[in-house]
């Protein structure tokens, strides 16, 4: 069974920096795309970046020069660096990934992290 397990987050004051990681374990999978979402009291999740297999990355508008997804393909594992945190960066961060097997494809969600970013 595949498991993403998220970790990193945490309380900040504005204009620091945090790194979130989400780590794919199991065996037997591959993995395509993998992305962080957030979601706020009140809101949708929103897509925030996401990263092919490749290395291509794309950023959601309000995080563009500011956070930069990466992966480490030997180890499952994709990070997200947040540097210059907004009070409106607040949220619950979520790894999701594309998943497959030999006769399979999931897409997997991680439990979530809390980040909340102090003014």
């Known amino acids: 069974q595949v498991q993403l397990v998220e970790s990193g987050g945490g309380l900040v004051q504005a204009g620091g920096s945090l790194r979130l990681s989400c780590a794919a374990s199991g065996r037997g999978f591959s993995i395509n795309a993998m992305r962080w979402y957030r979601q706020a009291p009140g809101k949708q999740r929103e897509l925030v970046a996401g990263?092919?297999?490749?290395?291509?990355?794309n950023y959601a508008d309000s995080v563009k020069g500011r956070f930069t997804i990466s992966r480490d393909n030997a180890v499952n594992t994709v990070f997200l660096q947040m540097n210059s945190l907004k009070p409106e960066d607040t949220a619950v961060y979520y790894c999701?990934?594309?998943?497959?097997?030999?006769?399979?494809?999931?897409?997997?969600w991680g439990q979530g992290t809390q980040v909340t970013v102090s003014s």
């Open positions: 990263i092919t297999s490749g290395g291509s990355t």
């Open positions: 999701n990934a594309d998943i497959y097997g030999s006769t399979w494809a999931v897409g997997y």
